[in-house]
Each structure stands twice: as C-alpha cells, then as structure tokens.
C-alpha cells in the first residue's frame, strides 16, 4: 500500500518540475558616496541609519570620503535633520533641506531625497511594511499582524486575536491595514484604521473571506470568499457591502493584487492544474493567463510603475520571478530559496519578502538580499508602504 | 499474477494523472457536468469551527494528493459513511475543516484547504446530504496534524476533517 501511494504520487511530482527561464542578473553601478558623521547628540545614531539606508537603496555604496563621488552631511535640529548632499569636485548641493521628523525618521526622508537626486526615482528608506508573526506551534499557533519601518525599527504589534491572522496590506496612502483572521472561528476580513486604531469587519460572509487588497484609489476590495460553495474571486466597497463575482472555475482563485490604474487584476488560479497567475479586468471578463515558465506561481504582486509583476515560485524551493508586462517575459530574480510573499517598494526595483522566516529587501536587478532585523519569529506575508 | 498488480497501479497512476490535470472535483462525477454544481452556495455560519468536535468522525477524514482537491476513489467510503452519518442525524450541523501541507504559500494554500473542505461538501451534497447543515473552514498550512517536513508529515497534514458544531 505504501508502494502504491508511492507510485500514485509520481506523476504528480513530474508534473511540478519546473523549466526554470534564465536568471538574468545585471550588476548595477554604484554611486560612491560618503556620510560625514551627523551633529548633535542623536547624531552617531542617525549617522549609522543613514548609511545603512544608503547600502541598501541598491543606488550608492558608502565609501570614505577620498573615495566618494557625493559627500553628505547634516545636522540634527529640534524639528528634524538639515541635510546637505554636494558634488566633491565642487558645485552646487544636489541635496540641501531640512527633513521633518523624529531624527530616524527625518534621516529616512534625507537618504531618499539623496537617492532621488542622484537617480530621478524616489528612494523607500522611509516606507513602513507590514507583516504576520507567527508564535507557538500546532493547534496553539497564533499569527499577529505587525507594522514597522521598513529596516525593521519601531516594530509595532497591530493585532491581539490570538488566532491566525494572515495577508496584511496597505491601502495606497497608508492609512488602513486590511487583513484576515480567525478570531470568530470563521476567517473574516477587518480593516485597521492605523489613525484611530479602530478595527472594522468589512467581509464576514459564509466561508472564507481573505486576500483582500485595496484598489489603487482606496474604495474598493478585491478578496477571495467561498461563499457560493467554492473559493473565487470577488471584488467588493472597501467598508463593506454586497460583493460582485469576478471568477467562475472549478478551481482554487486567490491573491488579488491591482495595477496602479485600478482597471486589472491579477491572481492566482489553479483551474488548469498547478496555480499559475491571471490578469483580469477588475470589472469582470474574460482572463489572460501569463506564461511565466515556471510552475506553481503565487503570490502576484502588480509594480507601482504599473510594467511588473513579481511572483512567487515554490517548484524551485521557493524563489522570486518578474513578470515583464509589455515583454511578457519573465526571469527569476532571486539568489538561495525559501523565498516569498514579494512586496514592491515605490521604486518598483526593490521587494521585500520573506525568507525562511526573516523578512529581507531584495534588490531584483543584483538577486541581492538584505535582511531587516526584528525581534520577532515566523515573519511572513510582508506588504510595504508606497 | 506477479505483474497484476503492478499493471493495476500504472492504470490508477495515469488516471490520478489526468484527474489532477484537469482539476474536476469529484461533485462531476454525479452525472450533470455543469459548473453549477460546484455553486453550492455556504450556509449562515453557526457554532464556532475551533470549538467543535473533531473526534466523533476522526476515521472519516479525507486525504489528498499534494496540490489536489480530488477526492480520491479510496476515499469515498468514508465519506459515504458520513452521509450515513448525516442522514440519520439530520438536525446535526457539521464543519469541515481543509488543511494542506506546509509547502506552498499561504494565501494559496488558504485557498485551496477551503477548496478541500467545499469539495468534501459537495460530494456529501451530491450523495444527498442537506448543504444548510454543512459549513466549511479552511486552514492553510496552520493547523498541521504532524509537524515538520517528511513526506509522512505532509500526507498527514493534506485533509479535510468533519467536526460537529455544538
């Protein structure tokens, strides 16, 4: 019997194999900057954060100052941080202005505006993700949604369900977190206003309601409920109300997420065989299956600028591939495995995503990881702020 | 005799194969192959799933093949028992709690342990079993029946487990 299971499986995991496309890794110049030590007694600190934010825009390399291209400097003042970013063969400050703030969060808004004057795109130093933490284990296991920055500092926990919270995200101007959870003993959907710290149940229709994501424009939810007896797609007011059926398969459909313009979604659908991504008309209509050449494909999630979409890949041990929406061409852009759950940030070049665990940016033009430190175990499911 | 059964395998390998190829539920097996039978629309929600009795009906858990909701040919014994069960309780309200291994990603594998659970539902339907008193939960990767990651673990945890709702 153990030898039929066995041979019964087999076909199954042929079938999964993956024909991986080719990892296509560019390396990037760097801009070689240097950060002169930060005035004023949270100085040293923000000097550290500054750099730190500077290594991981994927845009400058912090060198000494003999060595450096741009040199920085600031000081700390009561209201923020005035920062200064000048050529060192001379000329004007590409950077000079005064950042408000606690002196983190000014440092953040002073190590974008230096990436966005050396590259024209806005740097996501001083973005905010937000994730689920997983503690205990079996049938004691609880998930709780968190928000932090977006180097893992002023970690925050949103929830206390003590159940299983999963797929937190923000709206587009970042004031609300929609995510579902258990805590009924059916899987809701609630906003969290993160102003007024007030939770509503938005979704709690019979069955599973989860996945949800905000339309570009706020007012609108795109989720997943099975409420006419199988999991489908829906899209529905984003403070409740009657939902409108997007998808009709025999299949599983999950993981909406919007392009910036709100017209389309994309998701995932296993109604011919292992789950692969769609793009849908978020009216309705008929959809678009994209060939990214791999199989098993989850999690989608559409680029600000509109001409990505990033994935994960679980048949190669659990990478990161992006779509390339006018090529349609798809190239796995991760290093290592036990990658997913891929966020863009503003940019629409670097990711967060979780990795065996940790959350980490990943930069999809080098394959390079950083990871964000927290205190917190099991971090998965993270979302950023754009 | 020796290569019968070997013979036998190779046939139920192709066809649980194609039965996972083309993603039916086994609801088409009863007869109408319209999609409307996979439109079994969820009763208002009544006890509470994580407060309900999953011993009773232990031995009629359903198990399934990785990435699949089939309900497999050997499976259906017991969950003609459970309508049995059903039929004869007829004011019982159950849950049926979906759950999946622990590969894959979460949203998906939400997805398809409710798919697990709803197409559980609708075999129970199709053999006659009054929807209103069947809800459905799933879990994900969550609640695993065996932790880690043998391939022993995995098959555990890849099920559909009736509870009764009090």
Excluded at chain 1, 25 to 41: L, N
Excluded at chain 1, 214 to 234: C, H, I, M, R, V
Aim: proline residues 6%.
């Amino acid at each position: 019997m153990r030898l039929l299971t066995i041979l019964l499986l087999l076909p199954l995991t042929l079938h999964s194999q993956t024909a991986a496309p080719v990892i296509v890794i560019e390396q990037t110049r760097k801009i070689d900057v240097a950060v002169q030590p930060i005035g004023g007694s949270e100085g040293p600190a923000a000097t550290k954060v500054l750099t730190d934010d500077l290594n991981r825009s994927g845009v400058c390399r912090v060198v000494p100052a003999d060595a450096a291209v741009f040199v920085l400097s600031g000081s700390i003042t009561p209201s923020g941080l005035s920062g200064r970013a000048v050529p060192k063969s001379g000329g004007a400050a590409v950077v000079d202005k005064t950042f408000a703030g606690d002196s983190r969060r000014a440092t953040h808004l002073f190590a974008d505006a230096v990436v966005e004057a050396l590259t024209g795109t806005p740097g996501f130093a001083s973005s905010r993700m937000t994730f689920a933490s997983a503690s205990g284990s079996k049938k004691t296991k609880v998930k709780e949604i968190y928000v932090s920055d977006i180097d893992g500092a002023n970690a925050r926990q949103l929830t206390q369900d003590k159940s299983l919270g999963y797929g937190p995200k923000f709206s587009t101007d970042a004031s609300k977190v929609v995510y579902s959870s258990d805590k009924s003993g059916y899987r809701d959907t609630y906003v969290i206003d993160l102003g007024s710290k007030k939770r509503t149940c938005v979704a709690q229709f019979p069955g599973q309601n989860t996945g949800a994501a905000f339309s570009p424009d706020g007012s609108t939810l795109a989720l997943t409920l099975s409420k006419d007896g199988n999991p489908e797609l829906y899209t529905m007011a984003a403070t409740g109300g009657s939902p409108t059926r997007l998808t009709r398969t025999r299949g599983v459909e999950a993981s909406p997420s919007w392009s910036p313009d709100g017209a389309q979604v994309v998701y995932v659908s296993d109604e011919r065989g292992s789950p692969s991504l769609y793009i849908l008309p978020a009216t309705g209509g008929e959809p678009e299956r994209l060939n990214t050449e791999s199989s098993y494909t989850t999690e989608p999630d559409w680029s600000p600028d509109g001409k990505l979409i990033a994935y994960s890949i679980s048949s190669g041990g659990g990478q990161i591939g992006v779509y390339d929406i006018s090529a349609k061409k798809a190239r796995i852009v991760s290093r290592g495995s036990g990658l997913e759950s891929p966020s863009w940030t503003r940019n629409s070049r670097h990711l967060v995503a979780s990795q065996n665990g940790h959350l980490v940016v990943l930069d999809t033009l080098t394959g390079e990881t950083t990871k964000v430190p927290n205190n917190l175990s099991n971090n998965t499911e993270p979302n950023t702020s754009r | 005799m020796k290569y019968l059964p070997l013979f036998l395998v190779s046939i139920l390998a192709i066809l649980s194969g194609c039965a996972d190829k083309d993603k039916k539920g086994d609801a088409a097996a009863f007869g109408d192959a319209t999609d409307d039978i996979y439109d079994q629309p969820l009763p208002e929600r009544s006890g509470n799933p994580d407060n309900a009795d999953y011993e009773t009906l232990r031995s009629e858990t359903v198990y399934f093949a990785y990435d699949s909701f089939t309900i497999e040919a050997k499976e259906r014994p017991k969950l003609d028992k459970l309508a049995n069960y059903l039929s004869n309780n007829p004011n019982t309200k159950i849950v049926i709690a979906g759950h999946t291994d622990v590969r894959g990603t979460p949203q998906y594998n939400l997805a398809l342990s409710e798919k697990r659970s709803t197409a559980v539902r609708q075999y129970l339907i199709g053999l006659g079993a009054n929807g209103g008193n069947l809800s459905t939960i799933g879990y994900g990767e969550d609640r695993p029946a065996s932790e880690g990651e043998s391939d022993s673990a995995h098959t555990d945890n890849r099920r559909a487990s009736p509870g009764i709702l009090r």
